[in-house]
C-alpha cells in the first residue's frame, strides 16, 4: 500500500469517531504516511443554508475536540477537511484528491454496505 491513510466519518456521536481515529493513526504509522480526515455532513442533516457554515465550524469544533483527545499530537488544519453531501461520493473525491491507498471507516449500521462500495469505487483497499 502506497499513499495516506483517509478516515472517513459520518456520524461524531458516540465511541466510534474515537475508535476509528485511533485505528486509522496507528495504521498510518505502520505505512509511515500522512493521516487525513474528511467528516462528511449530509445534506438531510444539514441542508445547504445561510446556516452551513455555522454547520461546518461546529463540525469542525467537535472533531477536532475528539482529535485532540484520541491523537498523541494535534492534526494540521490541511489533513481535516469537512464536506456537505453524499458520504461515498464525497470520500471518492478525496482518495482522488489526496492519492490516499487506505480508507478507513467508522463503525455503523451502514459501514458494511458503505465500505463496499466505496472499495469498488475508488479502487483502495477499506
Do not use: K, N, Q, W
Not at 16 to 32: F, I, K, M, N, T
Not at 60 to 78: F, K, Q, T
Not at 118 to 124: D, E, G, P, S
Request: contains cysteine.
Amino acid at each position: 500500500m502506497r499513499g495516506p491513510v483517509l478516515l472517513v466519518v459520518g456520524e461524531l456521536e458516540g465511541p466510534g469517531p474515537g475508535v476509528a481515529l485511533r485505528r486509522a493513526h496507528a495504521l498510518s504509522r505502520v505505512v509511515d504516511d500522512a493521516l487525513y480526515v474528511l467528516h462528511v455532513l449530509s445534506r438531510a442533516s444539514a441542508p445547504i443554508s445561510p446556516d452551513e457554515d455555522l454547520a461546518r465550524f461546529a463540525a469542525e469544533r467537535d472533531l477536532r475536540r475528539i482529535c485532540r483527545a484520541e491523537l498523541p499530537e494535534a492534526l494540521g488544519a490541511d489533513l481535516l477537511s469537512i464536506r456537505h453531501g453524499d458520504l461515498v461520493s464525497e470520500a471518492v473525491a478525496a482518495v482522488a484528491r489526496i492519492g490516499a491507498g487506505l480508507v478507513v471507516l467508522t463503525v455503523g449500521p451502514t459501514s458494511a454496505s458503505l465500505a463496499a462500495e466505496l472499495a469498488a469505487r475508488a479502487a483502495v483497499p477499506v
